[in-house]
Each structure stands twice: as structure tokens, then as C-alpha cells.
């Protein structure tokens, strides 16, 4: 079993727990604050996770459990995105109406699932560990009962998280039958037999589906917009950067440690993936008014960009995913909870609500600026180093397929088009006029310290990307390449 | 450090700056980036001044390390190349923040922009990396953007703001994948420019792979300096931008191209350059005798000059097509001209908007008698815009004619013909307008730059434009080694080339 291999997990999980049951004993004034002690809590493991190393892959429960540089750059990646999250909730609690206490332990629960995902390495953890975390998502949706967009949301993703998770666990089915085992390293050191049957493929390509359904990469990204516009802020956030995240790491994992034989002919599928998601995403944000809803349109775009590195099918690509994810981390937590603190009072999430913001808010104003302008691409912030890394992975292996040199084309194509939507929020934000007698925004300290965290984090990647390339490089080692 | 890190580095620490003052302590902001963008261009004349002549070597060099991984280094330094595009990058930053005492709303974010816009464009042209290169252009290309949607002028405003976001993002993308093939293509794994030289010089690109990158690199830098046909974002976009903007963009921030064109794809890809360079040739006729013809047409003082700066570009890229030594020193000294030129044209014609509220030429008139001081300034301006002797322009134009003889006779004598015919008649026509004639009876309360520092901005690109005019060898003699470095590898062999200038001086 090894479990100590298994440690952060477990320390999640029980942490959970310890908030259900801290519940039954807190007066219902204070219940709130519970979030607080559940975010310096996984700020503890997340510290202690630094205590650990994996030069080597180690294994448990068999071999369904790894434990390598990926991994813990994963669990990492997501310890740090819970903190900010929780801290977001906190000051989303006063609009929830009862269970706020279930909220941050289910919160805790999806980023146990998350971190299940990152060390997957079998089939049968990648279902368990994403239904883990979709499930705990169904009701994170919809979480503010009597609001009807949050109940839409959930049924929604209810409905086509189920669908997909069906054909996931098909697909798997399919695949055991085809091979015989569900484990990545077997698969692969029999990929060479089994990799020309049209049922093993059938099943693998079920179970892209699957995951192309978390990532919401095209075709399977009808959900994103609505889900995110119905969802809590926080659950919001946590889907756009958690789940997506988790998404990813699966897909690196099965497509490059399980069957790589079979991703080598498949690239032309994922390019048209990553270019037609790329395009799609920025295309529908440009007419968004609400705010959700485009950083929605926004993040399926961002999942093209990044399926870019998958594409390229090299350690290149990868880290970049890598080093992308991680800036991207900071500024879709900075964008929500901007959100999260405006919105407050606003019904709706339209884009008016940041109308003015930098008269109400200087701080906000310049997180959410900033935050766009990461988003779009441009120097000195985060987005523009990762952009940089993803094309320069792409076009390295324009040499030998002329077809990437249209891919970068695509996705040079929608970082134009992105502008228009990015810039038209900071925009609003600076030059239109907020409207009269708004209630003054306050802003808690923890979240104030979140919001400083992210700034520091978009401009350290982005200014001083060394440390995070030599990580990112090392963690993308890990997938055999 | 370097001198050269400073200069780049104050607009952008006033930045920084900036941004933690409160918005109506507007003089206190309007001192700070005065003080810096001033402060950079002292910095400027004296790296000029100590500049050593006759050495091809970098100077001023920093270099620091920045990601290991990719080998991307901050490495910045000076040779002939860009020590006159920095000098006059540095008088131009100062010279467009000085007029902007135009700007009455939002002054914190407008200074926050241009500050940004000064440093990155500084330090695109000093940087020695490609990276760095692109990413200080891009640094100085975004608050372009933001600066004519916010605080441009005119009804076309948002239609030349979408227009000018559309043209110059893409050019600069295109730009993008260029660099990034020729650094994975050099297989050098490092994107330090004197690095690449040196690899590429001992392995050079194939002849297929320098076919694909070279036209990258040429498009995606032409449309950035407006290269006839992807011209149409430039008289348009310039039109709407407030003085100052203009002033950079037109001045400084388009010749990034051209220097990236002349540092980076003659160098590496020779092969490319002459199979292109026809093409060059040709397309730099469409920008000298359509927009100069184009100008001609123009009822608004804006566009005429933007059309006229379009057309302005045509002689560098003919120096550049001409590809020997007199015709790519003659390109530099144009583009460090023209900057002044277009800075100086670009100012004026704001603080002409500024009393006036209007550029239609045929409201205007006489104007000269109630305004000598910028009236005169003005006339001056555009005899150096028609190429007179005694401007810096001529010295530049007149070299790249001489140049580009021996190879484009024809493109040459139409050349010549747009320079002095087309040229001369639209703005001699545009001071008779303007300045001459009656005066109409709303304009009688205009006011002239009375104050010396209104004065400062104006007298100090005149004065540029008159020290390289009268004493080009200031420039020439920095800008020869660099060229000829960069030819020897453009064409392989330099040494008829060299005698050639030097005989040519000697008579």
C-alpha cells in the first residue's frame, strides 16, 4: 500500500473532515471563519510539501499511485490555487445561505481528488480521482440554492459531467478488455500488440473525450460558458484553474506515459483540437457583456493554447504547459477575486459592474488590469513568457510537419482577436465613469494579502521566469519523452 | 552597469514611480517624467559623445543572465548601428513628453503610458538579445494602442485604433515567429544577437530554411514601418494619436523594424535577403510615389504628414535594397533624420491643434504672422521634409540615391522624382496654406510658443536636425564599421565596397 508515499492526500482528506466535524461545535457567527483556519491549513501542507522529493518515481497501491516531479509540482500547483480559493469563499460566505462549513470541506475534497489525479498512473485511479472531483463539483455549482443560474449551472453540469464521465469509464472499459490491464506502464510496454486494434483506439479515444470534457476543449467545452456564469465565484475559479489543471496533468499522463505510440498518430487530431478551441474560445468572448461568461469563453481559449504543448509532443511543449498553468493560476485567481469582492452587490455580473472600478478600488482596478493584461499575452506579465514558450515549442517542430506553422497561424489569430475582449475590460475598468452612489467595496486582509500574492506571482513569472523554467523543465522530465 | 541600462531605465522606474503618486498631484508627475525622459537624454549625448569612432565592436556593454534554460540573456550595448537611433530615441522621448502639457485628463495613467512606451522603446534598440528585442517593442507597442483609443482625436478615432491594433499586433506576431524559427533553426540554443552572428557565420541557415524565415522577418517588420501595401494603418493611426504618441511611434517606435531588418535578417540570412531584395526595390517605390502622391491629395494637416512619413520610409528601404556600404549607412542616417523630422512635424502639428481645433488645411491661413515662432519652425520643417540641404535628411537621401544607382537605376530616377517633385509640391503647397496669405478672422487670437520651455521641445529636434545636417560625419563616420560588418556577412565580400566610400570621400 505505502501509504506515507500518499501523505499530502491523506492530510487533505483528514483536514475535511476536521471542518465537517468543527461545525457541529462553531456558533453559526463564526462559521465563516472556519475558511480562514482551512486555508493557513493547506498553506501548512503546502509548505510541508516542500519537504518531500521525488528524484525518483515511487509507487503505491500497487502501481496505481506515482510519485514523481510531475506530481508534486501538480499537487503543489494545487494546494497553492485551494488556499486562494478558500480565501475567495470566505468572502463569498455571507452570500451562501446556509453550509458554508460543507462548502470549504468540499473544496477540500475536489483538491484531494485533484491531487489523486496528478499521481495517476492507471486507469482505474484517473475515474476514481476524476469523479472524485466532479462529483464534489456538482454541488460546489450549485451551491447557492435559491439562486436559479447556480441551480441551471449544477443541472447542467450534472447532466454533461455524468455524459462524459460515461463515456470515460466506456472508453476504459474498452481499453482493459483490448489489453488486458489498466495500468500506464503495462499499456505501454504492450502498446506495440494491441496499439493497431480499432477497439483499443475506440477506447482511448472515448476516454480523450473524457478528458477533453474537463480541459473543455472544443468540441466538448459547451458547458464552460454557462456553468461558469451560473457557479459561485469560488467554484468558478476553482473549475477554471483546479479542474482544468487536473485535466491536464491526466492528459499528459495518458498520452505521453501510457500510449505513446498511438499520441504520435494522433497529432493531427489534437491540432485541429488546439487550433479550432483556440479560435472558438476567442471568437464567442468577444461579444460577451458578462463578466463570468467571458473569462468562461476566455479560459476555453487558454485551454487551446495549451493543448498548443501537447501538440508539440516534446519535453519543450510540456514544460511549457507547465510554466503556463502556473501563470495562469495567478491571474484567473486574481480575475475572480476581483469578481468576487465587486460583484458583492451587483446582480448579474456585467461588465458595467467594473465600470469606474479604479475610483471605488485602486487595488482592484489594478489586479483586474493587470490580470487581463496577463491573459492577453503582453509583457512584462506571466501570459506573455508562457505564449512565448508554447509557440516557440510549436514552431520548433515546424521543421518537420509544415502543418504547425498553421497552427501557430491559428493561434496567432486568436491572441489578436483576444485583445479586443482583454482590453475592452481594462477599458471599462479606467475610462468609463462608475456609476452613482455605490456602496463603498471593502476589502478583508486576507484577501487583500491573496490579491498581493497573485500580483507578485504574475510579475515574478514574468519578469524573472528563470527559477519557474528550470522547475517547470525538471517536473516535465518526469514524463518519458 | 552600463550607461546604456540607465538611459533605458529611468522612463521606466518613473513609471514605477508614477503609479504610486495620487492622480492630482499633476505637477509632481508631469516633473517626474520630465526628469527622467530628460534625464535619459543627458544620458544619451554623453554615451554619443564617449562613443569610440572607427571600432565595429559593442560598447557599453551589460550582460546578465536570464534564463538559463533558453539561453536568453538581458545583453545591452551600443555599436554604429543604433547609437544614433538611441540618441535620438532619448531627445524624442523627451522632446514628445515636454508637449504634453496638451493633455488635461487622466494625466497620471497618459505619463504612466508614455514613460513605458520611452523605456521600451530605448530598450528595444539597445538590446543585444532577441528576446528582449521583441519584448521591449512590444512593452512600447501596447500603451501605443491604449494612448490613441483614450486620448486620440478626431472622429476616426476608434476605427484607426482598431486598425492600428490589428496591423501592428500581426506584424509583430508574424515578427515573433520569425525570431523564434531563426533561434531554433541556428541550432545556436541562444538568443544573444553577437552569438547568433558568430554561429551562423560558421553554420549557415540552409538556403530553404532562410527562404522561409527571411520573408517572416520582412513582412511582419514591414508592416510595422508601414511598408507600401501594409501602409494604411500609419497616415490613419497617426491622425487620431494624441501629439506625444505620434511623436514616438512615427519618430522612434517604427524603426524597429528597419533595424531589425538591417541587425538581424541581412546578417543571417544573406541568401534570403538577395533573392528578396528585388522585391524591396520595388515595393519602396510604392511607398515614395503612391503615398507621396497620396499626400499630395490630403485637406488634413495630419494625414499629409502621415502619408508623407509613409513615404519617408521608402528611402530606407531602397538603402537597404541597394545592400553596399554608402547605401546602408545612408539608411541609418535617414532613419535617425527622419525621427527627429517626424517628431518634430508630429508636434508641431499638435500644438497647431491645439489653439486651432482643427487640421483642415483650407480653414487655415497666414498663419505666420501670429505664430513666428512655430509658423518658422514649421516651414523649416518641411524644407527637410523635401529633402534641403542643410537638414540631416538630405545627407541620408542623398546617400541612398548615390547607393542605390549602381543596382535600381530605374527604381532610382522614380525614386529621385518622388523625393523632389512629389515631395516639394505637397509641402510647399501645405506652407503656402497654411502659413502665407491672408489671415481669416477666426485665428486672431492665436497664441505663439512664447514661453521657452513651450520652445525647448521644438529647438532641440531643429537643432538635431540641423547638427547632422551640417556635420553628418558625426554620425557616419560611427555608423561605417557596424555597416560593413554587417555587409561583409550580407555579401560575403566587402572590400570594393569599402575602397569605393573612401574614394568617394577623399574627392
Known amino acids: 500500500m505505502n501509504a506515507p508515499l500518499m501523505i499530502l492526500e491523506i492530510a487533505v482528506v483528514l483536514l475535511g473532515l476536521v471542518i ?65 480559493v478558500l480565501v475567495m469563499s470566505v468572502e ?27 499521481s495517476a498512473n492507471d486507469f482505474v485511479l484517473v475515474f476514481v480521482a476524476l469523479e472524485l472531483i466532479t462529483v464534489t463539483f456538482y454541488i460546489l455549482t450549485s451551491f447557492q440554492r435559491s439562486r436559479v443560474p447556480s441551480l441551471e449551472a449544477g443541472i447542467k453540469y450534472l447532466i454533461l459531467g455524468a455524459l462524459s464521465s460515461a463515456f470515460m469509464v466506456y472508453g476504459i472499459a474498452l481499453v482493459f478488455g483490448t489489453a488486458n490491464t489498466t495500468n500506464f506502464a503495462e499499456i505501454a510496454t504492450g502498446a506495440k500488440a494491441i496499439s493497431a486494434k480499432p477497439i483499443f483506439l475506440l477506447g482511448l479515444l472515448l476516454v480523450l473525450v473524457g478528458l477533453g470534457f474537463k480541459i473543455a476543449a472544443f468540441p466538448f467545452q459547451m458547458w464552460a460558458p454557462d456553468v461558469y456564469q451560473g457557479s459561485p465565484a469560488p467554484t468558478t475559479a476553482f473549475l477554471a484553474v483546479g479542474s482544468k489543471a487536473a485535466g491536464f496533468v491526466l492528459l499528459l499522463r495518458v498520452l505521453f506515459s501510457a500510449v505513446p505510440e498511438v499520441t504520435v498518430s494522433w497529432t493531427k487530431l489534437l491540432m485541429i483540437i488546439s487550433g479550432v478551441t483556440i479560435l472558438y474560445g476567442n471568437l464567442c468572448a468577444v461579444p460577451q457583456r458578462n463578466l463570468k461568461r467571458l473569462l468562461g469563453y476566455s479560459t476555453i481559449a487558454h485551454a487551446g493554447y495549451m493543448l ?51 475610483q471605488r478600488s485602486p487595488l482592484l482596478a489594478v489586479t483586474m488590469a493587470l490580470a487581463m493584461v496577463s491573459l492577453a499575452g503582453i509583457p512584462p506579465l506571466a501570459g506573455f513568457f508562457g505564449k512565448f514558450l508554447l509557440l516557440k515549442a510549436v514552431i520548433e517542430k515546424g521543421a518537420l510537419q509544415p502543418a504547425y506553422y498553421w497552427l501557430t497561424a491559428a493561434a496567432l489569430i486568436g491572441v489578436v482577436i483576444s485583445f479586443y475582449y482583454y482590453l475592452g475590460v481594462v477599458k471599462a475598468i479606467y475610462w468609463s465613469e462608475a456609476p452613482a452612489d455605490q456602496p463603498a467595496l471593502q476589502i478583508s486582509k486576507p484577501t487583500r494579502f491573496s490579491l498581493y500574492g497573485c500580483i507578485a506571482g504574475m510579475l515574478y513569472l514574468g519578469i524573472f521566469p528563470n527559477d519557474m523554467v528550470e522547475i517547470a523543465l525538471h517536473a516535465a522530465q518526469a514524463l518519458k519523452l | 552597469m552600463s550607461t546604456l541600462t540607465y538611459i533605458l531605465g529611468w522612463p521606466l522606474v518613473a513609471a514605477t514611480l508614477v503609479a504610486f503618486i495620487p492622480r ?46 533558453l539561453g536568453i540573456s538581458f545583453h545591452v550595448g ?62 512600447a507597442l501596447i500603451p501605443t494602442f491604449i494612448m490613441i483609443g483614450v486620448w486620440g482625436k478626431g472622429a476616426d478615432k476608434n476605427y484607426a485604433t482598431f486598425q492600428i491594433t490589428i496591423y501592428l499586433t500581426a506584424g509583430a506576431l508574424i515578427a515573433l515567429v520569425g525570431l523564434i524559427a531563426l533561434y531554433l533553426q541556428s541550432g545556436a540554443n541562444t538568443f544573444d544577437i553577437i552569438e547568433l552572428t558568430r554561429h551562423v557565420r560558421a553554420n549557415p541557415l540552409s538556403v530553404n530554411q532562410q527562404h522561409f524565415i527571411f520573408p517572416l522577418l520582412l513582412f511582419g517588420f514591414g508592416i510595422l514601418v508601414s511598408l507600401w501595401p501594409f501602409h494604411t494603418w500609419a497616415p490613419l493611426g497617426y491622425g487620431a494619436a494624441p501629439t506625444a504618441t505620434a511623436m514616438l511611434h512615427a519618430g522612434v517606435l517604427k524603426k524597429f523594424g528597419l533595424y531589425g531588418l538591417i541587425r538581424i535578417a541581412l546578417p543571417l540570412m544573406p541568401e534570403g535577403a538577395r533573392s528578396w531584395l528585388h522585391v524591396i526595390a520595388f515595393l519602396c517605390l510604392g511607398n515614395i510615389l503612391y503615398c507621396g502622391l497620396v499626400a499630395i ?47 518634430l512635424t508630429f508636434g508641431l502639428s499638435g500644438y497647431l491643434y491645439q489653439q486651432t481645433k482643427t487640421l483642415r488645411i483650407d480653414e487655415m491661413g497666414g498663419l505666420l504672422g501670429r505664430l513666428p515662432f512655430i509658423g518658422a519652425a514649421l516651414i523649416m520643417a518641411m524644407m527637410a521634409g523635401c529633402g534641403l540641404p542643410g537638414f540631416a535628411n538630405f545627407v541620408g537621401e542623398m546617400m541612398v540615391f548615390f547607393a542605390a544607382w549602381k543596382t535600381f537605376p530605374l527604381v532610382t530616377i522614380l525614386a529621385v522624382w518622388g ?24 485665428w486672431e487670437g492665436l497664441k505663439d510658443a512664447s514661453n521657452p520651455w513651450r520652445k525647448l521641445p521644438f529647438a532641440l529636434l531643429l537643432a538635431s536636425l ?24 550580407a555579401i560575403g565580400a566587402s572590400a570594393p565596397q569599402a575602397k569605393a566610400i573612401k574614394t568617394a570621400r577623399t574627392d
Request: proline content about 2%; some cysteine; aromatic content about 14%.
Open chain 1, 20 to 84: 465537517l466535524l468543527a461545525d457541529l461545535w462553531t456558533p453559526p457567527s463564526q462559521k465563516q471563519s472556519l475558511g480562514y483556519i482551512a486555508a493557513a491549513a493547506v498553506g501548512l501542507i503546502l509548505l510541508g510539501s516542500f519537504f518531500i522529493e521525488a528524484p525518483q518515481a515511487r509507487y503505491a497501491c500497487g502501481q496505481m499511485y506515482v510519485m514523481d516531479d510531475l506530481a508534486l509540482y501538480f499537487k503543489r500547483f494545487f494546494l497553492l490555487a485551494t488556499v486562494a
Open chain 1, 92 to 118: 463569498f460566505a455571507d452570500r451562501i445561505e446556509a453550509g458554508i462549513s460543507e462548502y470549504y470541506a468540499l473544496i477540500l475534497f475536489a483538491l484531494s481528488g485533484m491531487m489523486f489525479a496528478a
Open chain 1, 308 to 358: 498548443l504543448g501537447v501538440t508539440a509532443m516534446s519535453v519543450a511543449g510540456s514544460y511549457a504547459i507547465l510554466y503556463y498553468l502556473g501563470g495562469y493560476l495567478f491571474t484567473v485567481l486574481a480575475a475572480f477575486t476581483v469578481i468576487c469582492v465587486v460583484m458583492r452587490a451587483v446582480e448579474g455580473d456585467d461588465i458595467s459592474a467594473v465600470a469606474g472600478l479604479h
Open chain 2, 24 to 69: 492630482n498631484y499633476r505637477f509632481t508627475i508631469r516633473v517626474i517624467a520630465l526628469a527622467a525622459t530628460g534625464l535619459s537624454m543627458l544620458l544619451a549625448i554623453k554615451l554619443f559623445s564617449q562613443f569610440e569612432v572607427g571600432s565595429a565592436e559593442l560598447q557599453f556593454v551589460q550582460k546578465v543572465s536570464w534564463v538559463d534554460a
Open chain 2, 78 to 139: 551600443v555599436d554604429g548601428l543604433n547609437i544614433g537611433l538611441i540618441l535620438m530615441g532619448a531627445i524624442v522621448a523627451f522632446a514628445a513628453t515636454a508637449v504634453s502639457w496638451e493633455i488635461k485628463e487622466r494625466e497620471k495613467e497618459f505619463y504612466i503610458l508614455l514613460l513605458i512606451m520611452a523605456g521600451g522603446i530605448l530598450g528595444a534598440f539597445a538590446s543585444f538579445d532577441l528576446f528582449f528585442f521583441f519584448f521591449f517593442h512590444e512593452l
Open chain 2, 297 to 343: 491629395r490630403q485637406k488634413d494637416l495630419n494625414l499629409l504628414i502621415g502619408n508623407s512619413s509613409v513615404a519617408h520610409m521608402g528611402f530606407v528601404f531602397l538603402g537597404i535594397a541597394s545592400l553596399n556600404l554608402i547605401g546602408l549607412t545612408g539608411a541609418v542616417m535617414v532613419m535617425v533624420a527622419h525621427g527627429f523630422l517626424a517628431a
Open chain 2, 419 to 442: 523625393a523632389l517633385i512629389i515631395g516639394s509640391v505637397y509641402m510647399l503647397r501645405a506652407i503656402r496654406n497654411i502659413l502665407h496669405g491672408p489671415l481669416p478672422t477666426t
Open chain 2, 466 to 489: 540641423l547638427v547632422f545636417g551640417f556635420a553628418p560625419r558625426l554620425l557616419t563616420d560611427k555608423i561605417q564599421p557596424s555597416a560593413e560588418k554587417i555587409l561583409k556577412m
